[in-house]
């Protein structure tokens, strides 16, 4: 699929989650080139409506600021009403692999805590099986790294790599200040993604991993060039 083409899945599908929106809420987003145009057509649609946000990233932040609208630490809020995020993978029974962007620690809290959360892609994140294409990203502490690629490579037979910056030199910095882990499932050793999801954030050093299934957005959106297919969860 050409880069346009995915472009034009990914705003059919940001702009149908538009519906889930309502004056008053209090609405997480998570991060991403989905969730990046779904803030401008919100800023298109909801001009001057009542609207909180809270933000998994820095560059939802940054977003949210252009175009002027109310945004909130996480700390400061008591409730989300809902979130919209993207996904890298997502399988059928809606478990999702998230962190391409390296925002999952703070996309997970938002989503997790959030009264329901949605999640929007264009049609080429679907997957019969997760971990075929993408590996599980880890936010780790950064003096805790090699330890963690250690255990992980040794208990689980897989392959991790640390994320490594572009345009920076060395690894990669999340916006919390923590190092990724890019973890290749080895397919021979592979777990339920509940399981796996539970087991990985229970290696010391690991602060979050982007397995999201035990729990699961209520709606998934996808995008096609020319129409949106919505899958109840
Ligand atoms: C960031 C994420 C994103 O949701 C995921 O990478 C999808 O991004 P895009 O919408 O650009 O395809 O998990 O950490």
Redesign the pocket.
């Known amino acids: 699929m050409s880069e346009d083409v995915i472009l034009k899945s ?1 705003e059919n599908a940001a702009r149908r989650a538009l519906e889930f929106v309502k004056e008053g809420m209090i609405i997480g987003v ?6 990046r145009l779904f803030i401008e057509l919100l800023s298109k649609e909801f001009d001057g409506v009542d609207l909180t946000f809270v933000a998994a990233s820095y560059d939802s932040e940054l977003n949210l600021i252009k175009q002027g609208f109310r945004l909130l630490p996480l700390y400061e809020v008591e409730k989300i009403d809902i979130a919209i ?4 993978e997502v399988d059928p029974k809606g478990n999702l692999i ?7 620690t703070r ?1 997970k809290i938002i989503d997790y805590f959030a009264e329901k959360y949605c999640i929007i892609v264009d049609s080429t994140k679907l997957v019969s099986r997760l971990f075929q294409k993408h590996p599980i990203p880890l936010e780790v502490l950064p003096e805790s790294w090699t330890f963690v690629k250690n255990f992980l490579e040794t208990n689980l037979r897989g392959d991790a790599k640390l994320r490594e910056a572009v345009r920076k030199n060395g690894p990669v910095i999340t916006d919390n200040g923590n190092f990724i882990l890019d973890f290749h499932v080895n397919p021979n050793v592979e777990k339920p993604p509940e399981l796996l999801e539970e087991y990985l954030n229970s290696i010391p050093g690991v602060i979050e991993n982007g397995i999201f299934a035990r729990r699961k957005p209520f709606k998934i959106i996808v995008g096609y060039p020319n129409r949106v297919e919505v899958l109840d969860m």
């Open positions: 990914k998570g991060s991403g080139s989905t969730v995020d993207g996904a890298d998230k962190g391409g962007g390296a925002a999952l996309e």
